[in-house]
T-cell receptor, first 115, second 113 residues
Framework: DVKVTQSSRYLVKRTGEKVFLECVQD?????MFWYRQDPGLGLRLIYF???????EKGDIPEGYSVSREKKERFSLILESASTNQTSMYLC??????????????FGPGTRLTVT | QKEVEQDPGPLSVPEGAIVSLNCTYS??????FMWYRQYSRKGPELLMY????GNKEDGRFTAQVDKSSKYISLFIRDSQPSDSATYLC?????????????FGRGTSLIVHP
């Protein structure tokens, strides 16, 4: 079974703090993703990575950065947390296959509250 | 118009009912179709994925794709209270396209005893 783990289930941080969210997958997937999920807005892609040290901006990268130093690990960094970054953060991973498929496997999520 | 449309619900049904969850899409280039189940405060769990048109069955779940109508469905037979969750559809291109799925916003399903 594919396993994607996230470093914390719940996190409370103060405005202005630097926040690190970590994600690890054990299936040797090339692709890793960070989403945030908010009520009524669905899943929104923040950043993704298709290889070690490679990253691409998603739909809402402002206020976030990422790091992928090892294939199995993908970190999301909030440089200076703000209250509008209070959200559920979801990590996902997938294979790269010629001809598809591109189903993603998700971690359990981190519920981040910024006060 | 969003690329993938999904009624947010909630859809409330009695235990044992057949449930039909649906998504419509606008991009005819989508080839792979996925359904995820998400329990409250948890990450989405991949339920099924299908390629192109046709049906796929897994236990009480059947995924159906109608590419001519740009319409996909997930049927749940003999629904149980444990099926209460949000169901997200997702779809992606075949080779040559983006490998990032496009997600619907999810339909909330409540199965009451």
């Amino acid at each position: 079974d594919v396993k994607v783990t996230q470093s914390s289930r719940y996190l409370v941080k103060r405005t202005g703090e630097k926040v690190f969210l970590e994600c690890v997958q054990d299936m040797d997937h090339e692709n890793m993703f960070w989403y945030r999920q908010d009520p009524g807005l669905g899943l929104r892609l923040i950043y993704f990575s298709y290889d070690v040290k490679m990253k691409e901006k998603g739909d809402i990268p402002e206020g976030y950065s990422v790091s992928r130093e090892k294939k199995e690990r993908f970190s999301l960094i909030l440089e200076s947390a703000s209250t509008n970054q209070t959200s559920m953060y979801l990590c996902a991973s997938s294979f790269s296959r010629t001809g598809g498929t591109y189903e993603q496997y998700f971690g359990p999520g981190t519920r981040l509250t910024v006060t | 118009q969003k690329e993938v449309e999904q009624d947010p619900g909630p859809l409330s049904v009695p235990e044992g009912a057949i449930v039909s969850l649906n998504c419509t899409y606008s991009n005819s280039a989508f080839q792979y179709f996925m359904w995820y189940r998400q329990y409250s405060r948890k990450g989405p769990e991949l339920l099924m994925y299908t390629y192109s048109s046709g049906n796929k069955e897994d236990g009480r779940f059947t995924a159906q794709v109608d590419k001519s109508s740009k319409y996909i469905s997930l049927f749940i037979r003999d629904s149980q209270p444990s099926d209460s969750a949000t169901y997200l559809c997702a779809m992606s291109f075949a080779s040559g396209g983006s490998y990032i799925p496009t997600f619907g916003r999810g339909t909330s399903l409540i199965v009451h005893p």
